[in-house]
């Protein structure tokens, strides 16, 4: 089949072409999306850098399930998976490198989806607990807007490990890595900051939160990519 075949030559390494088709896929997304929907792009931008366009855009009805939302979960899903993978094939970080496949990226990114689908669920059940509904919803909503935004950041990063100079491979790496990092960071301070200015939840209950809900899933993803790299 066409995709499984080696036909596009990176000066990095060489390109197998269902990987040009998944970045040319993921490019025509954004640019169904701005042209179909700008004016809820233009807005899910400013709800990214202004808190009160977040949390407005977070009480909406049916935000997360709007197609803006879905495509561009989607986007992620695919982009991470694909970085994740060029990461630990490329031989920068393991001697080993792991096969670049389609079945590879195929199965990384249901592994993404899982992580995502049961960091939500759990934060339904958490919700149940702390039985503050409209603040794990802005959580929620937050989680997915730095994720979907990281994801279009992480569009050209993969386009130049790809196809870019070998020299330049692994400042893309460190700075992809640097930029899931950031949205990490950005995504714990403004939830927990939330939390802790109005009051909304113990100290106990943040510390559950973080242990079992962010540091867990980070470091269970970490083992899985050494795994994968050795």
């Known amino acids: 089949m066409l995709i499984f075949q080696n036909s596009i030559d990176s000066k990095y390494y060489y390109q197998p072409s269902w990987v040009l088709i998944i970045i040319l896929l993921l490019i025509i997304i954004l640019g169904y999306l ?34 803006v939302s879905l495509l561009l979960s989607i986007h992620f899903i695919f982009i991470v998976s694909l970085f994740i993978l060029q990461v630990i094939s490329s031989g920068i970080f393991f001697k080993n490198r792991t096969d670049f496949s389609f079945v590879s990226f195929a199965l990384l990114s249901v592994v993404v989806f899982t992580i995502y689908f049961l960091k939500i669920l759990f934060l339904k059940i958490f919700d149940l607990i702390i039985d503050k509904r409209e603040k794990v919803s802005e959580y929620i909503f937050t989680i997915f807007l730095t994720t979907q935004f990281l994801g279009i950041l992480l569009l050209p990063i993969v386009i130049f490990i790809a196809y870019g100079p070998p020299v330049y491979s692994a400042f893309f790496t460190y700075l992809g890595f640097a930029l899931m ?50």
């Open 34 to 67: 701005y042209s179909a929907y700008r004016s809820r792009v233009d807005t899910f931008i400013k709800a990214v850098f202004i808190s009160r366009f977040s949390i407005q855009a977070s009480r909406e009805e049916r935000s997360l399930s709007h197609p």
């Open 181 to 230: 990092a950031l949205a990490f960071s950005v995504r714990i301070g403004k939830g927990i900051g939330s939390v802790l200015i109005k009051k909304e939840a113990t100290m106990f209950y943040i510390i559950l939160y973080l242990c079992t809900f962010e540091i867990l899933p980070v470091l269970t993803g970490l083992k899985l990519i050494m795994r994968l790299g050795h």
